[in-house]
Each structure stands twice: as C-alpha cells, then as structure tokens.
C-alpha cells in the first residue's frame, strides 16, 4: 500500500475572521494551528502534506509554514482557483466565493496517487484523531465498495460562543458506519446551552442533540475519491448555478452522502471525545490561546514543535 498523504485545506476566505486567519499565532513561539495538526500528523506516522492555498497566499504559506517544515516533513503546494471549472462552465459575474471543499480537494487531481486525509487548516483536531485516521488508511482498501473514513466528534465539543457554524450532522449505525449525512451551514449554540439550526436565516430553528456526532472535515479516502469529486462536478456546478450562482459550493460530504446512498462506498466513523478548537472568529482566538498553553503544561506539546524539543517519531 502506498503511504497516505495529509491534505490540508487553506484556500478559504477567511471571510468572517477577517484576514488570513490560517496564518494567526496561537502562541508565544509564532506557532499557528495547522503547526500543531502537522506535528500531531507526523508522530502518527504521516512523512507528506499537501497545502490547498490561494495563488496570492503562496508567498506567505511558504515563509510561515514551508521554511520551518523543511527537512521534517515533503510538502507540496496546489492552488484553489475559481476559474478551473470544467469545459462549458464560466464563472458568473460577481462571484468572488470559492466554489467549496469537494472542489478544494479536486484541485490535488494531478498529485494525488494514493489514499490520503483530508483537513481543514484552522480546526485543531487533536492527536489521537491523526493516530486514527492514519492506522486506517494504512489498513483498508477498497474492495467491492470504497472504504473510507471519518473521524467524527461529539457536537457539544465543537461549537463556539461567538456566532454559528457550519457542520456535518451525522447518523451513525451500530458498527460505527455512517449512513447519513447533511450539511448544516448555521449552527448555533442557544441562550439555554443547546444547539440548532437554521435554513431560513433565523425564523425557524430545529434543535439538535448534545451528542450529535459531527464532521469537521476529518475524511480519509483511497484515491478512487478524487475520480468521483472529477467526475460528479459538473452537475452539482449545473444544478448550484441555476439556484444560487454566487454562493453555490460543492461540499465533500455532498459527495460522500451521494456515494453511500448508491451502496458504492463505506464510511467508517472513527469518534473523538477531544474538545475541538478553531479560529471561526477573532473572538474564538483567546480560547485557543488558552488551551494551547494548557496542553503545554500538560506535557502534551513541546514549547517548540520544530526545534530542539520536537519528540522524536
């Protein structure tokens, strides 16, 4: 089997952080969050990742991350352009908003050759979920269905004080496999501590449980994914363009969903009970500050993920 790779998506707007949020500190030492999921990814056993970034960004990605993975861990930098789209599509006047995470990860067509993981750049996922996910893919292949996987967390673990989220409610049979799974794109935690969502900008709210497990977009795929994200674009772009052209996105779990409803692939959903941590908002950053510094204390992390006090693999 080949080796799995770590896809990392940092091709995002950063629309309501406000700025390239990708690349904030999160502490003392200039680390910033996708430093800790590397250096979490490396000790489980990953040697290659993948950057998804914007053209513009490559300059800044390459001083803050690239120059200080050198030597630790291959990297390989694709771009996320708003302009590859298949024959016969344009994109429509007035679209600035990228076309979402299933296009993301296609823009890795020409690179990936075997399975890989797949990642957001400013979600803090904790160790054991790379330990997970690469002892996965390191185990399983595809047979008559794809066999694929996710690492799911508890919904309570991933919601932030200061605004709504966008998760991917899952449901979950009793051998842990997914068999379904919607898009939520405003969730929000209530005055009362629960959480819901909305698809009428604020109207109506539908609670969901506590213990919902989520997707944070987690995924590990054999390479049979990236012909299925070619292959399915043009009509989820046809179908988006007609109802919604400047804000339409191709999602990843879209795909997914779609996959296992046709009995073709097989979600395995690997569960974390760690908190999640992520920069939706300037206001999110203390909190992850905070439990940085914690998990420092802990013995966790090093004070230094690339120096002299890195753990050896």
Known sequence: ???????????GMGSRYG??????????????????????AVQAGFEKVIFIIKKENEKDFRERIGSRLEGRVRTEYVFQDLHNL??????????????GTGHAVLSCLAVIDGPFAVINADDF?????????????????????YEYTMVGYLLKNTLT???????????????????DIHERTRIEKQSDGSAAYTEDDGRTWI?????????????????????????????????????????????????VDELIRE??????????????????????K???VQAVRDMKERGLYPEKLWGPEEVER
Request: proline content about 6%.
């Open 263 to 284: 009995d073709r692939a097989e979600v395995k959903v690997l569960t974390s009970r760690d908190r999640w941590y992520g920069v939706t908002y300037k206001e999110d």
């Open 207 to 255: 609670s969901l449980p506590d213990d919902a497990v989520v997707s944070m977009n987690m995924w590990g795929f054999t390479r049979s994914m990236m012909e299925e994200l070619k292959g399915r674009f043009p009509k989820a772009l046809e179908k988006g363009l007609k109802e919604n052209p400047l804000k339409c996105e191709y999602f990843l779990p879209f795909v």
């Open 161 to 179: 004080e200061n605004g709504s989220v966008a998760r991917g409610v899952c449901k979950v049979d009793e051998q842990d496999m997914l068999t």
């Open 19 to 40: 700025g390239l949020k990708q690349i904030d500190p999160v502490d003392d030492q200039g680390h910033i969050i996708m430093d800790f999921s590397i250096y979490d």
């Open 286 to 288: 203390p909190t992850v």
């Open 1 to 11: 089997m080949k080796k799995p790779v770590l896809v990392i998506m940092a091709a």
């Open 125 to 145: 996922y904790g160790r054991e979920a790379f330990r997970l996910i690469y002892d996965y893919l390191t185990t399983h292949e595809d047979g008559d269905k």
């Open 86 to 99: 298949p024959e016969g599509f344009q994109v429509p006047e007035g679209r600035v908003k990228p076309w």
